[in-house]
């Protein structure tokens, strides 16, 4: 089991939600590579995000792939990576933090 140590909320304009989405987890893995993390488990509820990432960039949607392309070379820099997604509903955490922005 896992544990949040750390957020962020960020201002930033998107021409679409999974754009955020993707840059949500750029910001995410850069402060896990700060934090010297070396085992992390990310869990998005954009399937999408998560779906790219765990086959293929090359077939990821057009809107993400530059940004995911900026997460494959931190990727090498853990011991251990997985990329989970999560329903909606079960990702309470975000959902607070998303608010918090507003």
Do not use: T, Y
Request: with cysteine.
């Amino acid at each position: 089991m896992g544990v949040s140590i750390a957020g962020a909320s960020l201002f930033r304009s998107h021409n679409s939600a999974i754009e955020a989405e993707a840059e949500a987890l750029l910001c995410g893995v850069k402060m896990a590579v700060f934090m010297k993390l070396e085992h992390i488990i990310v869990e998005r509820d954009c399937q999408e995000v998560i779906k790219a990432l765990n086959e293929s960039l090359a077939s990821s949607c057009w809107r993400i792939s530059p940004i995911l392309k900026k997460v494959a070379p931190l990727v090498p820099l853990f011991r251990r990576i997985h990329w989970n997604w999560v329903p909606r509903e079960a990702n309470r955490l975000a959902n607070v933090v998303a608010k918090l922005a507003i």
